[in-house]
């Protein structure tokens, strides 16, 4: 799955120059305290460049951040310090040698694991790697926004002072799988010779109810604490996308 990002993580922080992760990781240390206060320790799957790592860092926690792609964790280690580090490995399959109060996976990452022996697995080492009581938060994206709205073509134009980027994203439904396999078309241009890079790539998405993941916690020593609007905190609807959960360790 991680392997889709191998081009990709070169234009990965461009892409998502106006994702607000400061925002998104206050939202997070919101749920940490009213849940678990005293947490200092944080894994995060899926880490990607490490942005909400890094802030997570900034706050006081130390963090070590799970990641499969070379090409960005090769961005991420560029931050790293006493309370920042990084480790390759896959998320269904990493191992640790301490015991975290928090474990995260943010930005849909729990979404590509499209096959339930991945999913359980990765459940089952979130639980391996938390502490008595430990959280697991992470968000998904939401069954029945996904079957109500359905996905449709997207094309999204961004540039900096390097290069311009035009992605289309291009869906395809697998209804009785739950998945929705979004296929990318990204053109790279640069600005200072015109030169032109052209990829494509396929990122299979997994979409949730809620009954799938009270299953999922339940059979792999997990309860449910709180499942809302990831951020703003409204009630999942049919036009909620994405879902934020708290898990805690049994």
């Known amino acids: 799955m991680i392997e889709n990002f191998k081009l990709y993580s070169q234009y990965y922080n461009l892409l998502y120059y ?23 320790n944080i894994i995060e799957l899926g880490c990607g460049t490490g942005k909400h790592a890094s802030v997570f860092a900034e706050n006081g926690f130390s963090v070590l951040g799970i990641e499969l792609s070379e090409d960005m964790l090769n961005i991420a280690r560029q931050n790293e310090n006493t309370r920042l580090r990084f480790q390759k490995a896959n998320i269904s399959n990493f191992k640790v040698d301490q015991k975290f109060e928090i474990a995260l996976s943010l930005f849909h990452v729990i979404s590509y694991l499209t096959d339930n022996s991945s999913l359980i697995r990765t459940f089952q080492l979130v639980h391996e790697s938390l502490c008595d009581g430990g959280l697991f938060i992470f968000d998904v994206w939401h069954t029945p926004a996904v079957v109500s709205q359905v996905p449709e073509e997207r094309i999204k134009k961004l540039s900096n002072d390097q290069i311009q980027i ?27 010779d015109q030169t032109q890079l052209s990829f494509k790539e396929i990122h299979p998405m997994r979409h949730f109810c809620k009954n799938e993941i009270d299953l999922l916690a339940y059979s792999t020593g997990f309860e449910i604490l709180k499942s809302e609007e990831f951020l703003t905190k409204n009630v999942p609807s049919n036009l909620t996308w994405g879902v934020a959960y708290v898990l805690k360790k049994n």
């Open 166 to 192: 035009i992605r289309r994203a291009t869906p395809s439904i697998f209804s009785e799988e739950n998945i929705v396999e979004v296929n990318y078309d990204i053109e790279v241009s640069s600005l200072k």
């Open 18 to 40: 106006d994702k607000d992760y400061p925002a998104e990781a206050a939202y997070i240390i919101e749920l940490i305290q009213e849940y678990f206060p005293n947490a200092q």
